[in-house]
């Protein structure tokens, strides 16, 4: 499976953005998929994922702001970002993760997003 992130720039603080992340391969409507982000100096954080039944889970950083979703059709998921605060520039990461017999997990290369004050 490769992941191909788009949509990430450069955004004034309380604008908009949405990630795009399309998947290569087959079988993506079993995947559960996530939003990962990696901010300078700190580790990889979750952002939300979706499951392949579409139940969503955030951080607490991001509730009522962000929206995960995904489109099985076009084996594409998507992060919806409101409301940014210079707090949310990071790399964002997309991933992908099934079990088949064991764990498969793949990332995506990452987009850049930066919130100016």
């Known amino acids: 499976v490769q992941l191909v992130e788009a949509g990430g720039g450069l955004v004034q603080s309380g604008g908009s953005l949405k990630l795009s992340c399309a998947a290569s391969g087959s079988y993506f409507s079993i995947y559960a998929m996530g939003w990962y982000r990696q901010a300078p100096g700190k580790e990889r954080e979750l952002v939300a994922t979706?499951?392949?039944?579409?139940?969503?889970n955030y951080a607490d950083s991001v509730k009522g702001r962000f929206t995960i979703s995904r489109d099985n059709a076009k084996n594409t998921v998507y992060l919806q970002m409101n409301s940014l605060k210079p707090e949310d520039t990071a790399v964002y990461y997309c991933?992908?993760?099934?079990?088949?017999?064991?764990?498969?997990?793949?990332w995506g290369q990452g987009t850049q997003v930066t919130v100016s004050s």
């Open positions: 979706i499951s392949s039944t579409t139940l969503t």
């Open positions: 991933n992908a993760r099934v079990t088949l017999g064991t764990l498969n997990n793949y």
